[in-house]
């Protein structure tokens, strides 16, 4: 089993909708969770990053983290076409290296 | 700053050459990634780098591939021989970590690199 998994897609909404990203981890020592977007032929960037559970909102992202389920969430509200890109869920883990999952592709219908 | 500079963007070779991919992080970043991304596996860590020293390299897939990183404003990833099986984009990624809870790591524009 990855450590880090999530739904490849792709995810088509249309402009102005929420978006639900998600993701599920393997190892509940994890504690830090974070978001990149990465726009096509381009590297990844962090959109966000979380410490344990809860959640944290960023503007018109909100992450998410429930613990008890190893479940990672990204919602994006008031989607818009230049969100259109792949966003890789990642958790830190012991050794301190940044494990990706695949990425889900989202496309924003103007 | 211009952020991560990578180069070649992009490397078409025939199997059995070599390939050096070279990457210039941040200035003042102290970590240095090399990362391989494929639709079947995803981004994978290959090997980073502390203060131009090489900490962990298990994410090496075999002894074809070596890294270096010679001064704080430089490194390569060299495959030797290639096959086809490495095509790939190959990132580079910097970071300034001072603390976990701001672990962010600023990724350059890869390298796609065809073998063929």
Known sequence: QKEVEQDPGPLSVPEGAIVSLNCTYSNSAFQYFMWYRQYSRKGPELLMYTYSSGNKEDGRFTAQVDKSSKYISLFIRDSQPSDSATYLCASLNRDDKIIFGKGTRLHILP | ?116
């Open chain 2, 1 to 116: 700053d211009a952020g991560v500079i990578q180069s070649p963007r992009h490397e078409v070779t025939e199997m059995g050459q070599e390939v050096t991919l070279r990457c210039k992080p941040i200035s003042g970043h102290d970590y240095l990634f090399w990362y391989r991304q494929t639709m079947m596996r995803g981004l994978e860590l290959l090997i980073y780098f502390n203060n131009n020293v090489p900490i962990d390299d298990s994410g090496m897939p075999e002894d074809r591939f070596s890294a270096k990183m010679p001064n704080a404003s430089f490194s390569t990833l060299k495959i030797q021989p290639s096959e086809p099986r490495d095509s790939a984009v190959y990132f580079c990624a910097s970071s300034f970590t001072y603390s976990l809870s701001t672990y962010e790591q600023y990724f350059g524009p890869g390298t796609r690199l065809t073998v063929t």
